[in-house]
């Protein structure tokens, strides 16, 4: 039988290459002279890719090249960097790694937003800058009696409302669906950020969530307001975001994401009252290696017996039983 070939298209965690490199035979798009005469040669032979959320757009035009390809199995729980639909079309599975990060972002969310609550990045730097002995750090507003809402009650968004009970603020949220949870939902953004002083976004990416705190959003949460953004840089209209906090019309932010990674705006930079982070929501070894090894449980199993582990909802319907 011929070996299966796998095509990865940026590099990913050694533990992922050393398990497909095992497994299939691996080739390694990035380290290809001509990518675009490799793929002439190869394509047609490629019957699975591995990707991440964190390197190009997987296109239809990308697909085409790829007749004979049955699967994309992504590393990261959005999958925002996969045209889904284009797969879907082309009968070709997409999965990606939900379930093994949701308490590891859902951790490093509460820490933005007491970092940025606390000023707890430019408190160190004070420190190490000597300042201390000039006088003490200014006071930084608090997270006591603020209300938080969370846009997308999803898995971290549970995850980061299970973490806040514990620091004893009001919980609301916002999603298109109510659920059976005791917080109180929102039908609309605006009205969450209405009653909110806190917002936390953690919706999926994509066209449907594309600036969905906007200017309005952004007015709705107050002078007195916080944005968190940990979901996608998408989601934010980051122009008006820029404006907002250039105009005090919020009072901070804190981001783990941006529109155009791994550029950042310059006004965001420019800005002391923020705390920005490089994408790290997932981001410790542990986390890291286990999205890995599902990411190559899922190209395994599914040449084994057919069934990946994870597959994204849209595609869902073409695995067998
Ligand atoms: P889930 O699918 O479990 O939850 C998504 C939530 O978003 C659901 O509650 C859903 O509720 C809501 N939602 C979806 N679409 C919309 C919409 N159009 N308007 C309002 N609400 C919406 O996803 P996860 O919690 O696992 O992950 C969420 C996202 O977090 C990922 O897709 C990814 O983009 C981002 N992420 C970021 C990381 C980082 O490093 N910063 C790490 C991991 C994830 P409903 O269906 O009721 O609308």
Redesign the pocket.
Same mark, same amino acid.
């Given at each position: 039988m011929q070996p299966i070939q796998i095509l990865m298209t940026a590099p990913l965690l050694p533990i992922v290459v050393a398990q497909l490199e095992s497994a299939f035979t691996l080739h390694k798009l990035w380290e290809q002279p001509d990518p675009d005469a490799f793929l002439k040669a190869v394509g047609a032979r490629i019957r699975g890719v591995a990707t991440s959320?964190y390197h190009g757009r997987i296109d239809d035009a990308f697909l085409a090249r790829l007749p004979a390809l049955e699967i994309i199995a992504s590393f990261? /729980?959005?999958?925002?960097n996969v045209d889904v639909a284009a797969a879907a079309a082309r009968e070709v599975v997409v999965t990606n790694t939900?379930g093994v990060?949701?308490e590891e972002?859902a951790d490093?969310t509460v820490a933005l937003l007491l970092s940025t609550l606390r000023q707890i990045p430019q408190a160190e730097r004070f420190l190490r800058d000597g300042k201390w002995r000039e006088g003490a750090f200014p006071l930084s507003p608090t997270l006591r009696g603020r209300r938080v809402g969370i846009?997308?009650?999803?898995?971290?968004?549970k995850a980061v409302a299970r973490r806040l009970q514990g620091f004893d603020v009001a919980i609301a949220y916002?999603?298109?669906?109510r659920?059976d949870v005791p917080f109180d939902y929102h039908p609309t953004?605006t009205g969450l950020a209405d009653a909110s002083d806190v917002l936390v976004v953690? /919706?999926?990416?994509g066209a449907?969530?594309r600036h969905?705190i906007d200017r309005e959003v952004l007015a709705a949460l107050g002078s007195d307001g916080v944005l968190i953004n940990?979901?996608?840089g998408s989601v934010v209209d980051e122009a008006a975001l820029i404006e907002a906090l250039q105009s005090d019309m919020i009072l901070s932010a804190g981001l783990?994401?941006y529109a155009d990674e791994p550029r950042v705006p310059q006004a965001l930079l420019d800005l002391p009252n923020l705390v920005l982070l490089p994408?790290?929501?997932?981001?410790s070894v542990q986390t890291r290696n286990a999205m890995g090894q599902l990411l190559s449980d899922n190209l395994v199993q599914w040449f084994r017996d057919g069934k990946p582990v994870t597959s994204v909802p849209e595609t869902a319907h073409l695995i067998a039983g």
């Open positions: 959320t990261g /729980v959005g999958y925002d939900p990060l949701d972002v490093l846009v997308g009650l999803g898995n971290i968004g916002h999603g298109r669906t659920q953004v953690i /919706v999926p990416g449907e969530t969905l940990v979901a996608r783990d994401v994408h790290i929501g997932s981001g």
